[in-house]
C-alpha cells in the first residue's frame, strides 16, 4: 500500500505535468504559427515526425501520433498545399502513398526548432549545467517507464504499435 507522502508527491508531480503540458501546447501553436500561419498546431507533430522518421504511410504516420486518419488526412492538405509535404507512390506497394519532407518544409522546420532550442538556451541560463543533465536523464527514464508500463498492460503496444515518443524496449535498455 502506498504511503499518503507517496500519494500526495505523485499528486504534485501530476499537477506540474498538467502546467507543462499546457504549456507545450501553448509552444506548438508557437511553433505551428512560425512554420506558417495556416497550419494547425498538431501539423507541427506531422512534420517533426517525418523528419524523426523519414518517408512514412499516412497509416504508420498517423499510428505514432495516435490520431485518426481523416484528422492526419486534413493536416496532410493543409502541408501539401502549402509545399511542406509531398505524397509519391510507395515502390513496394503501387497502391499506398508516401509522404515526405519537402525541402521548403524541412527548412521551415528547422528554422523553428532552432529558434525554440535558443529560447530554451536562454530560458535555462541560471540552471547549472548539472540540474539540465539530471532533469534530462529524469525525462528519459520517465519515458522508458512509460514505454514498459504500456508494453506490459496493452498487449497491442507490446505488439509493436507505436506511441508518441515511446521507446522500443526490446531495441533501447538505455535508462540515464
Known amino acids: 500500500m502506498e504511503s499518503f507522502d ?3 508527491k505523485v499528486h504534485e508531480l501530476e499537477q506540474e505535468f498538467n502546467r507543462l503540458f499546457v504549456r507545450r501546447r501553448f509552444n ?5 504559427r512560425q512554420i506558417d500561419s495556416e497550419i494547425e498546431p498538431a501539423s507541427y507533430s506531422v512534420l517533426a515526425t517525418l523528419q ?19 484528422t492526419l488526412s486534413r493536416q496532410l492538405s493543409t502541408l501539401e498545399n502549402r509545399g511542406f509535404i509531398e505524397k509519391a ?9 508516401m509522404v515526405s519532407l ?14 525554440r532550442a535558443e529560447r530554451y538556451l536562454q530560458m535555462l541560463t541560471p540552471w547549472q549545467e548539472q ?6 536523464q529524469l525525462l528519459a527514464k520517465l519515458n522508458q517507464s512509460y514505454t514498459e508500463f504500456d508494453a506490459e498492460h496493452d498487449p497491442a503496444l507490446a505488439q509493436g504499435s ?15
Open 6 to 8: 507517496r500519494r500526495a
Open 28 to 32: 506548438a501553436l508557437q511553433l505551428a
Open 52 to 70: 524523426q522518421m523519414g518517408p512514412q504511410r499516412m497509416t504508420a504516420i498517423a499510428r505514432h501520433l495516435g490520431i485518426g486518419k481523416p
Open 89 to 97: 507512390t510507395d515502390p513496394a506497394d503501387g497502391r499506398a502513398q
Open 102 to 115: 519537402t525541402e521548403e518544409g524541412r527548412a521551415r522546420l528547422e528554422s523553428a526548432q532552432g529558434d
Open 131 to 136: 540540474e539540465i543533465e539530471t532533469l534530462s
Open 162 to 176: 507505436t506511441v508518441p515518443g515511446a521507446v522500443n524496449v526490446a531495441e533501447d535498455k538505455r535508462v540515464s
